[in-house]
């Protein structure tokens, strides 16, 4: 008993929920876990299939093209590396199940972001729960994702998904309420219905403001994932988690050096995107 002489019992009413949920709605677990499983599968079959000398000529060719000559030698090194320390397979894991949770989180993201901006009821009712969402520990969400999903890759992405979704809702929200109001009564003027105005007005004006969203929704996943190792999720992760609990210091540092370099790579191509061809030059 506390000095209030009462406890608030939060945790026992989140349990009722979680056993009510897992009673009642299971099969729709089941559906939503094979939905995300063969999402991440895809993924994951693609990027094995692909040659490791084939991939680290692709990524340096996008470096070349989006971002600039030392970049693009950067990149060739810094995977390079990565072959040399026998990281590529565990690499190749982690970057198939960042590039599909960012897609499941973009796909529920971005949706809620236009609908947020064309509706400030939508905006108030969905700021408390990004708030909490963004706050919330991430070892937090590994706990319901083993017990609705059990182990392995489908619970990390899942918690990944939940992890990194706020900034894509609240940058497509931020980026579309910015675009000038000139703009948007130009489209009306010229005759542009609801929807057109949003993919002809709207989304383009308010790209770099999305694609900054994207690049943060990337940035959190990636660090999700290293943590979801701890469910199953394998990956460099899984590497790291090995080094901790061998306390293997070489294996734990090449482990993180392969997610930097993962990080730096994914960054700055999706910050390219985001920035037009003579801000790049």
Do not use: H
Not at 111 to 129: F, M, N, Q, W
Not at 222 to 227: A, D, E, G, K, Q
Not at 269 to 279: A, E
Request: with cysteine; net charge neutral.
């Amino acid at each position: 008993m506390n000095d209030l002489g009462f406890t608030l019992p939060i945790g026992d009413g989140v349990e009722a929920v979680v056993d009510f949920l897992l009673d009642n709605f299971s099969p729709a677990f089941d559906a939503i876990a094979d939905v995300v499983e063969t999402v991440v599968s895809a993924f994951a079959s693609v990027l094995a299939f692909i040659p490791w000398w084939l991939m680290v000529i692709a990524l340096t060719g996008i470096a070349l093209w989006r971002v600039s000559r030392g970049f693009a030698v950067f990149v060739l090194v810094a995977l390079l590396a990565l072959v040399g320390m026998d990281l590529w397979d565990a690499t190749m894991r982690s970057l198939s199940l960042v590039i599909a949770s960012t897609l499941l989180s973009l796909a529920i993201g971005l949706p809620l972001g236009i609908a947020a901006a064309r509706s400030d009821k939508v905006e108030t009712a969905i700021r408390p729960v990004l708030d909490l969402m963004q706050t919330m520990p991430p070892f937090v969400y590994l706990i319901p994702a083993v017990m609705f999903f059990g182990l392995g890759q489908v619970p990390g992405a899942i918690a990944t998904v939940i992890f990194s979704m706020p900034p894509a809702v609240r940058l497509t929200n931020l980026g579309i309420r910015q675009v000038p109001a000139e703009m948007v009564e130009a489209g009306r003027a010229f005759g542009c219905s609801g929807g057109q105005l949003l993919v002809k007005v709207q989304l383009p004006s308010a790209l770099p403001s999305i694609m900054a969203g994207v690049n943060q929704t990337i940035m959190l996943a990636l660090s999700m994932v290293v943590i979801a190792s701890m469910i199953g999720a394998g990956g460099l992760g899984n590497e790291v988690l090995r080094g901790i609990q061998r306390l293997d210091i070489g294996l734990g540092f090449e482990a993180g050096l392969g997610v930097v370099v993962l990080a730096i790579v994914l960054d700055r191509l999706t910050q390219s995107f985001g920035r037009s061809r003579g801000r790049r030059r």
